[in-house]
């Protein structure tokens, strides 16, 4: 019998080629607070979502209903000498990491009231979760799968593009089979592959940031340099990401291509 011919081998140029940069194309905008120095962004699934904020003084975790930005519930972080950074909600708890302190605090969802406190090495920024595990960054070019029950570290993976590691990742969030990731002072978002830690598309924010600037110049406010592209939220019942930054008026529902819905269901409280 004939064999059938070999697949012709990927050539350098297929194996090496550059992460697509994908432009946000925006489907609506919801109020922000401008004083909120964001660090963490989850969308709950009810019209709600969970967002952290940093500061030594300033931070905490708090339950904001999406179309008005009411506050629905807050809670300081427990550590009046920390900066506040990323939150992730998982089976109706929100942890919380602080940025140098190496403690995590974990809040029930509902009440905000907390039930427990973890312990890290290096610093904390983004937090995500995949329904199972807790994913984290630390500012460097890795993410962290963690324990939920005990934030122990499961595994680990370092984030590249075209062979070089991407330092600086930052808030994170889960969706669609990928990790996206804000990159801290650049209007970047990276998507990645969660089990190679491949960059796989580039998220163009540029025209957002321009946006939130000009907004905050006209009420007198102007943005600083610190005031950066920072919160990622996926909303599953329309396909959309919620994009939002530290100190930014705006927070903006966009489509990104190649990231689609889960039909009939919203992500709810994990």
Same mark, same amino acid.
């Given at each position: ?112 009231? &907390?039930? %427990?406190?973890?312990?890290?090495? #290096?610093?904390? +920024? /983004?937090?995500?979760?995949?329904? =199972?595990?807790?994913?984290? *960054? ?98 599953? &019942?329309? %396909?959309?990401?919620?994009?939002? #930054?530290?100190? +930014? /008026?705006?927070?903006?529902?966009? =489509?990104?291509?190649?990231? *689609? ?10």
């Amino acid at each position: 019998m004939a064999q059938s011919p070999s697949p012709a081998p990927a050539s350098a140029a297929q194996i090496n080629a550059a992460p697509a940069i994908l432009t946000p194309t925006i489907v609506n905008r919801y109020p922000h607070d401008r004083a909120a120095f964001t660090e963490g962004f989850q969308y709950l699934g009810d019209g709600t979502y969970m967002e952290s904020t940093g500061l030594v003084g300033e931070s905490g975790v708090r339950r904001v209903e999406l179309k008005t930005g009411k506050v629905l519930g807050k809670v300081t972080t427990p550590l009046a000498t920390a900066f506040g950074e990323g939150v992730a909600v998982l089976n109706d708890v929100a942890y919380h990491l602080t940025w140098q302190e190496g403690m995590a605090f974990a809040f029930d969802a509902g009440t905000l009231k &907390e039930v %427990g406190r973890y312990r890290y090495k #290096g610093e904390g +920024w /983004g937090l995500t979760t995949n329904g =199972k595990d807790l994913i984290m *960054s630390n500012g460097t070019p890795t993410l962290v799968w963690r324990d939920p029950k005990t934030f122990a570290v499961k595994r680990s993976v370092t984030v590249t593009d075209a062979g070089q590691p991407i330092k600086n990742l930052n808030e994170l969030e889960y969706a669609g089979g990928s990790v996206y990731a804000n990159i801290w002072l650049t209007d970047r978002i990276a998507r990645i592959d969660p089990q190679t830690g491949k960059v796989t598309a580039w998220i163009d924010m540029s025209a957002l940031t321009r946006e939130a600037s000009a907004s905050a110049a006209k009420l007198g406010k102007p943005l600083t340099f610190d005031d950066i592209p920072n919160g990622i939220a996926y909303v599953p &019942e329309r %396909g959309t990401l919620l994009l939002t #930054g530290k100190r +930014w /008026g705006t927070i903006f529902e966009v =489509k990104i291509p190649g990231l *689609s819905g889960i039909s009939g269901r919203g992500q709810g409280r994990r």
